[in-house]
């Protein structure tokens, strides 16, 4: 486990940043003790230089963080990199950690915090919708765009469904469940908000921290925490429709969206047009991050689909899977050299009253291995 290694490699000092990270962190909260005196002694272990102690610790919390890195920072495999770094941060500066907040509250601090500085260095991450206006016919020779950072999909298997409610539970105590909080059009909507606003909105709307605690956890008053959530809700809700995708799911059952998902994967496999546009709505978009164009409306995408990948692309196989707590296609495209269909994208569908209102196609191989998905099919 990198955090094991990462543990091995620090305990015998530690850098300024972490120092002053940890120095702050270990005085944010005032009133609440930890979880029991299982968790006392672990951390007494971990506290003395036990590793092992420390990631079992951390280990129940680990895809709640993961996915919190997520939702800030619009990409997996960044949130894979700003996770190791919180926990590497929170380890070294476990000796500060004086047990006057949960632990869950504190590492969502370090978390968040190291978030922060992601999106300070690294800017916003985009779909193509956000770089300009849709394409009227197929673009054939499209190239990928390497300059703009892409938001990319999250594995359904990273979620934790809370119900317990409190601050990091996911339960009643936020507005959003962990699902609707991945959901493609919400983490998209929150690229769109500067740093402190979506660390604020997600802390209080997702995991039910109140304004008191957030403004601990960022350094700030409880004034700039209000301030901070009454724009970023005016600007989430100006981009996130009123019915998210669950309560969209729901009302269709789970009979209908497999025979969606289903249907997709045949119309593709076997060129078949007919069936494609009579899953789609008549306002669908298809866009294929990296690939910049992007397409409204049934004409313009039946367009697309007929000139790309329907008669231009090699056989296709697919898979089903789950993406972004939504129903989710990953397609393989044969090549000949290799013998073989290879990994080619993640199609992301939105679905609205049994119907494709959206297909977002993540064209990378590279985000197959945090789907458990195989590299190539027969």
Known sequence: ?????????????????????????????????????????????????????FSRLVEPLRRELH?????????????????????LRAWRGLGRFEGRSSLRSWLYTVATRTCLDAVRSRGRRALPVDLGPASARAVIDDAPVTDV??????????????????????????????????????VAALQHLPGNQRAALLLFEVLGFS????????????????SALAR????????????????????????????VVADYATALERGDADTLVALLTEDVTWSMPPLPHWYRGIEAVTDF??????????????????????????????????????????????????????????????HFPAFGLPASLP
């Open 67 to 87: 996915a919190h890195c997520y939702r800030m920072l619009g990409s997996t495999h960044d949130a894979d990199d700003a996770l190791q770094d919180a926990l």
């Open 305 to 366: 689909a007929v000139r790309v990948p329907l008669t231009s692309c090699p056989p296709w196989r697919h898979l089903a899977t789950s993406a972004n707590g939504q129903p989710a296609v990953a397609g393989y495209l044969w090549d000949e050299a290799a013998g073989a269909h290879l990994a080619w994208s993640i199609d992301v569908l939105t679905v609205r009253d049994g119907r494709i209102s959206a297909v977002t196609s993540f064209v990378d191989a590279a």
């Open 211 to 226: 304004v008191a605690e957030i403004a601990a956890m960022m350094d700030t008053s409880a004034t700039s925490v209000n």
């Open 232 to 259: 970023a809700r005016r600007v989430v809700a100006e981009k996130v429709p009123d019915r998210t995708q669950q309560q969209a799911l729901r009302l269709i059952g789970d009979a209908r969206l497999r025979q």
């Open 1 to 53: 486990m990198l955090l094991g290694l990462a543990v091995k490699c620090s305990f015998a000092g530690s850098d300024s940043a972490g120092e002053a990270e940890s120095s702050l962190v270990g005085e944010v909260f005032s009133a609440r003790s930890l979880a029991g005196s299982g968790e006392d002694a672990e951390l007494a272990r971990a506290r003395e230089g036990d590793g092992e102690a």
């Open 149 to 186: 950072a892409w938001l990319g999909p999250y594995p359904d298997a990273g979620l934790v469904d809370g119900s317990g409610g409190g601050p990091g539970s996911g339960g009643p105590a936020g507005r959003y469940a962990q699902r609707e909080a991945v959901e493609l059009a919400f």
